[in-house]
């Protein structure tokens, strides 16, 4: 929601959506991209690695590496770096601060516990969608489903939403920069047809993932509007695809998501 008291914003003239040069801070900027080299695939990483992934100098990476180390962030053993369990503060501030997570959460435990089936949320961040607020209802029906988690956008009912609702030129260039790949047999990866999929999403309120990101893994997401009417967010309901057919999550579970839907409206 708006601050109406105008406080934190910035002067006449003073513009954020693009910062002079001068303003950014270089040295923050680069400590997290070597943060951010770090991921499942990339667990460990030495001074050379994360050189070349970050574009850094080995000096340069090293100094960056060395004082996250310091700090807590990473720990060194023998040639190789890792990331610690301090990083999680990062996200932890984001989910403690944050007004969405805060007010998603008791709501969709309402919705999950209603329907006896999982429930999530998610924003876009570039081409994938980030969980910010997760309940399971008793149903493990994924691990995704956790709040940090970050899975492709394409192949998520939350993601193919919040796509739906972004302009349909930007959607179509976040599709064909993500260069979609088949994580299932059930994956579409042809951009064309991914097209197709959003604009499905975006022409009947709601998107349908059949086993996409995982077998056995059917979902329902419909947009979390603020009290503008502007899509801030996404919300899922995940069954395990034995238990439920598509056109049954479509009768069973949709009223109640769009009941949520509208309350959420009016807090946001």
């Not at 959607?171 to 959003?198: F, G």
Request: charge should be neutral; proline fraction near 4%; include cysteine.
């Amino acid at each position: 929601m708006a601050d109406s008291s105008g406080e934190g914003r910035p002067e006449h003239g003073e513009g954020i959506d693009e910062p002079l040069k001068r303003d950014l801070v270089a040295g923050l900027e680069k400590g997290l991209q070597v943060i951010e080299a770090f991921d499942q695939e990339r667990s460990r990483l030495t001074i050379a690695e994360v050189a070349q992934l970050t574009g850094l100098t080995r000096a340069a990476a090293r100094r960056y590496l060395i004082t996250l180390t310091h700090l807590g962030y990473m720990r060194h053993d023998n040639k190789t770096f890792s990331l610690t369990p301090t990083v999680l503060r990062l996200g932890q501030s984001y989910l403690h601060s944050a007004r969405l997570p805060r007010i998603v959460q008791p709501l969709l435990y309402r919705l999950a516990y209603s329907l006896g089936e999982a429930a999530s949320c998610g924003v876009l961040d570039h081409d994938q969608l980030v969980c910010v607020a997760a309940v399971s209802a008793g149903q493990l029906v994924s691990t995704t489903l956790q709040p940090g988690t970050r899975v492709p956008a394409y192949c998520t009912a939350n993601g193919r939403v919040l796509l739906a609702n972004l302009p349909p030129e930007e959607a179509e260039r976040l599709l064909a920069r993500a260069r979609p790949e088949a994580i299932t047999a059930n994956t579409i990866t042809d951009v064309e047809r991914l097209a197709l999929e959003v604009a499905r999403a975006r022409a009947q309120g709601y998107a349908l993932v059949d086993q996409e990101l995982e077998l056995g893994l059917r979902t329902m997401a419909v947009p979390v509007r603020n009290f503008r009417g502007e899509v801030v967010a996404a919300m899922n309901i995940s069954v395990h695809a034995g238990r439920m057919k598509l056109e049954d999550m479509v009768e069973r579970c949709l009223p109640a998501m769009l009941k949520i839907q509208v309350e959420l409206g009016a807090l946001l």
